[in-house]
């Protein structure tokens, strides 16, 4: 059974480019969730999605990030015209739903470097 | 609002040593706690949880308690190995109670000594 699975796992773009971020949860999983690590900080909540829904975005910034989770294929978390504050790691988790415990999984991240 | 504090690191041990990482939290309500480690370039993977006041969790020799009454979650190992220099992230969940919304203390680096 495979894990959370992200791509690309590192990613540079130059500041103004966009980003792409993918995560396919583990089979039997239908609950999203993505966080942001910044360099040496604890990971901060950025989103929340089941398939076609945002349940939670409270943690998403105001302008230039956008996520979605669609009925077939990946999430996506897009960033538009990245500035060099992006530069983070972006862990992609996934949780069944019915998630006892609120236990969820993480996937091996996907690190953005702007240059 | 609820958060997780974790003692400063890095934490530098011989091999065999005990280890001790604490955590605090502030929290409303009866939040489940997880202690996460990461290795270098690596994921976040769950060591362990509990999901309520006295719960222990164990995995690979690491455990901790939840303690209401000190709000701590301390993650103590009674010798460890190199393999084991990790980041290790405490974490209790909030919102409604089937979510994966977590908050993150801000990790503390073991390195462990041959």
């Known amino acids: 059974n495979a894990g959370v699975m992200q791509n690309p796992r590192h990613l540079v773009r130059r500041r103004g480019q966009e980003a792409r971020l993918r995560c396919s949860p583990m089979?039997?999983?239908?609950?999203v969730y993505w966080y942001r690590q910044l360099p040496e900080e604890g990971l901060k909540f950025m989103v929340y999605?089941?398939?076609?829904?945002?349940?939670?975005e409270s943690g998403m910034p105001k302008e230039r990030f956008s996520a979605e989770f669609p009925k077939e294929g990946p999430s996506i978390l897009r960033i538009q015209q990245v500035v060099r504050g992006d530069s983070a790691a972006y862990f992609c988790?996934?949780?069944?739903?019915?998630?006892?415990?609120?236990?969820?999984?993480f996937g091996e991240g996907s690190w953005l470097t702007v240059v | 609002g609820d958060s997780v504090t974790q003692m400063e690191g890095p934490v530098t041990l011989s091999e065999e040593a005990f280890l001790t990482i604490n955590c605090t939290y502030t929290?409303?309500?009866?939040?489940?706690l997880f202690w996460y480690v990461q290795y270098p370039g690596e994921g976040l993977q769950l060591l362990l949880k509990?999901?309520?006041?006295?719960d222990k969790g164990s995995n690979k020799g690491f455990e901790a308690t939840y303690r209401k009454e000190t709000t701590s979650f301390h993650l103590e190992k009674g010798s460890v190995q190199v393999s084991d220099s990790a980041v290790y992230f405490c974490a209790l969940s909030y919102g409604s109670s089937n979510t994966g919304k977590l908050i993150f203390g801000q990790g503390t680096t073991l390195q462990v000594k041959p």
């Open positions: 999605l089941q398939k076609e829904n945002i349940i939670d």
């Open positions: 509990a999901t309520k006041a006295d």
């Open positions: 089979k039997g999983h239908s609950h």
């Open positions: 929290a409303t309500g009866y939040p489940s």
């Open positions: 988790a996934s949780s069944p739903a019915d998630s006892s415990g609120n236990t969820i999984y």
